[in-house]
């Protein structure tokens, strides 16, 4: 269990230092000759017939909790910092997470028959979310002394998945004005691994300072082994697989209207799910320890005079029931986002615009707003700037820049560049460059 705590509280810390940053692309939307907004807007329309996309990556990460600028604080007339834990958890939602995601995508054809434009891809994705409870660094920086009776919530959240997207899209116009489009997916999963249930409550009782740890603690994997975890060996392995049963199904809807000078926008992206077949385990972790103390006569050794505390740790770690057993299949559902907004076209070849996006995880809700501009600086060149609103914060801002020379498309956008100026003050950043060939 310490073990457990232990390597939790590291990698919340780690990952606040390091400060790699995500959520989706909202910028995409702002990219009028790249055939890449299609992923965040199926109705997508654009001038050229065809379009192909050169094999290219993007990255994208978030952490919610504290930057590193709120937890080493300077120490006045020096060069020198203290750690600053009170003023980190003061800055802490109480549930902050991580978020990393990113995909390969080797191939994105869009094309055009009479007036349908038929988008078809492949994509290797990954998402990856770890939430952690505010009262488990509180209680590790803190102790326990000022949370007499109350219960304490220490137990993370965690999915991880690895997975194959195969996608054919169609983007057609209703009216002059209104285009719809609708992608059907094929999820093909690699691997996955997420927590099915999540409990583990801790409380100091007032008067004699007696601790109560109730656990029922689940977690589901597919292809990925643990190794022992009842006997105290944790040892995951990938199992690789040439085919696999693990498959599901998504789709994403959107339409536009574009009037003379400005056009609106809505999208449903990544409604879906995969269902878990290939080496599906299911591993609970259940009990309840009731603590009173240490006593160290019952602990002592007479012959090596010492105190075997190992023995000690494994004593509490019996009280609890580590189960692990293969299950016929579990079933996971994407992250699903809805987007709205729009865009305002000026005569001198300037695009202001807004979006809004709401993300659907594991149950919460999350929010986030862009706001846009962009100028035609020449026929071939075009370079944009936003400022985001993500999650309760501000302060990202990001641009992005697109040259077409003849058939040849090269762009490169970020929704934060902050990152790379000022790392220690900022949380979220993502990265997106290719280079497309468009034919008229």
């Known amino acids: 269990m310490k073990l457990l705590i232990n390597s939790l509280l590291t990698l919340c810390f780690s990952l606040s230092i390091t400060h790699s940053n995500a959520q989706d692309e909202m910028s995409l939307f702002f990219s009028p000759r790249s055939i890449q907004q299609s992923f965040v807007q199926p109705a997508y329309y654009p001038d050229a017939r065809v379009h192909f996309a050169l094999p290219q990556f993007n990255i994208q990460a978030e952490h919610t909790g504290f930057r590193p600028s709120d937890l080493l604080q300077p120490i006045a007339e020096t060069d020198s910092f203290m750690i600053d834990p009170s003023n980190a958890l003061q800055r802490m939602s109480d549930y902050p997470f991580v978020d990393i995601r990113g995909s390969v995508e080797p191939f994105l054809l869009s094309f055009r028959v009479a007036k349908l434009q038929i988008t078809t891809s492949a994509r290797a994705r990954f998402q990856t979310r770890f939430t952690y409870p505010k009262d488990l660094l509180a209680l590790a920086w803190e102790g326990n002394a000022n949370k007499l009776d109350q219960e304490l919530d220490l137990a993370p959240d965690f999915s991880a998945r690895a997975f ?171 992250p699903s986002r809805i987007y709205a907004g729009g865009t305002y076209y000026f005569p001198w070849k300037m695009r202001l615009g807004f979006m809004g996006q709401m993300e659907f995880n594991r149950g919460n809700t999350h929010h986030a707003y862009m706001l846009s501009v962009s ?6 060149f075009t370079i944009g700037a936003n400022t985001s609103f993500r999650n309760g914060y501000v302060g990202q801002f990001g641009l992005n820049a697109l040259m077409k020379l003849g058939p040849v498309v090269l762009f490169v956008s970020s929704d934060n560049i902050l990152p790379a100026i000022a790392p220690e003050g900022t949380r979220f950043t993502n990265f997106r460059t290719g280079m497309n060939l468009m034919f008229k």
């Open 164 to 334: 194959q997207e195969i996608g054919v899209s169609v983007a057609i116009p209703v009216t002059s004005n209104l285009r719809v489009g609708l992608r059907a997916k094929y999820l093909g999963g690699f691997a996955d691994l997420s927590v099915s249930q999540r409990q583990l409550n801790f409380t100091t009782e007032d008067e004699y300072y007696q601790l109560n740890l109730d656990a029922n603690y689940m977690l589901q994997s597919s292809q990925l082994a643990l190794g022992d975890i009842g006997n105290g060996q944790v040892e995951p392995e990938l199992i690789v697989q040439p085919y696999s049963s693990n498959w599901g199904l998504g789709m994403d809807l959107g339409l536009t209207y574009k009037a003379e000078n400005w056009m609106a926008t809505a999208s449903l992206v990544d409604y879906g799910y995969i269902t878990w077949r290939n080496n599906a385990t299911q591993t609970s972790f259940r009990g309840n320890l009731e603590f009173d103390g240490i006593d160290p006569v019952a602990m002592y050794k007479a012959e090596g005079d010492s105190v075997d505390f190992a023995q000690f740790g494994d004593s509490i770690l019996n009280l609890f029931s580590i189960e692990s057993e293969n299950i016929d299949s579990y079933t996971t559902f994407l």
């Open 375 to 380: 100028q035609d600086i020449w026929k071939f």
